[in-house]
T-cell receptor, first 109, second 116 residues
Framework: DAKTTQPNSMESNEEEPVHLPCNHSTISGTDYIHWYRQLPSQGPEYVIH???SNVNNRMASLAIAEDRKSSTLILHRATLRDAAVYYC??????????FGQGTRLTINP | DTGVSQDPRHKITKRGQNVTFRCDPISEHNRLYWYRQTLGQGPEFLTYFQNEAQLEKSRLLSDRFSAERPKGSFSTLEIQRTEQGDSAMYLC??????????????FGQGTRLTVV
């Protein structure tokens, strides 16, 4: 299973942008980059995914490096409800998701 | 559709007892996954089904664990002779068939098992 590396924790302030980095130097050409988040006492929730181009949706933006060896999840204006563990996952098609430790994001009021 | 549903939400059992959990996926989803999550860790893959066929099982799934998905609809996960180390959150997820947009996985709220 292709691996990703994320910081264990990050902290930001409410209403400020948050950039969550992920390294995936061994990514293969068919791996999609997926981001999920898990709020306390809930199951993981899909955030966004992409292959090569940057992606935007209502929750976040995903910036993918040109060589695809790293990516950044961007929350444009963090709220207290964005406090969660964020997982960066490489996935081929509908194969199983392989979760790492993720990044625990704390949002300060 | 209200999403992926898991039952029960919480289960406390004595060591050595058998337990069974149920997962109802989103109705048109053909793939169903089971994961286990212990405190402070990310979810660990256990097994997955495509329709009624169990296509992959993790080495984590000992012979005390069995999963079924009769008729390709709901799924059950049974743990026999429970041990304290089985205490965890058991998560179920489902995905739509490939070709129907992004196969994002939808997760249930999980079943929290405590073995005493």
């Amino acid at each position: 299973d292709a691996k990703t590396t994320q910081p264990n924790s990050m902290e930001s302030n409410e209403e400020e942008p948050v950039h969550l980095p992920c390294n995936h130097s061994t990514i293969s050409g068919t791996d999609y980059i997926h981001w999920y988040r898990q709020l306390p006492s809930q199951g993981p929730e899909y955030v966004i995914h992409g292959l090569t181009s940057n992606v935007n949706n209502r929750m976040a933006s995903l910036a993918i490096a040109e060589d695809r060896k790293s990516s950044t999840l961007i929350l444009h204006r963090a709220t207290l409800r964005d406090a969660a563990v964020y997982y960066c996952i490489l996935r081929q098609g509908a194969q199983k998701l392989v979760f790492g430790q993720g990044t625990r994001l704390t949002i300060n009021p | 559709d209200t999403g992926v549903s898991q039952d029960p939400r919480h289960k406390i059992t004595k060591r050595g007892q058998n337990v069974t959990f149920r997962c109802d996926p989103i109705s048109e989803h053909n793939r169903l996954y089971w994961y286990r999550q212990t405190l402070g860790q990310g979810p660990e893959f256990l097994t997955y089904f495509q329709n009624e066929a169990q296509l992959e099982k993790s080495r984590l799934l000992s012979d005390r664990f069995s999963a079924e998905r009769p008729k390709g609809s709901f799924s059950t996960l049974e743990i026999q002779r429970t041990e304290q180390g089985d205490s965890a959150m058991y998560l179920c997820a489902s995905t739509a068939p490939m070709g129907q947009g992004a196969p994002e996985a939808f997760f249930g709220q999980g079943t929290r098992l405590t073995v005493v």
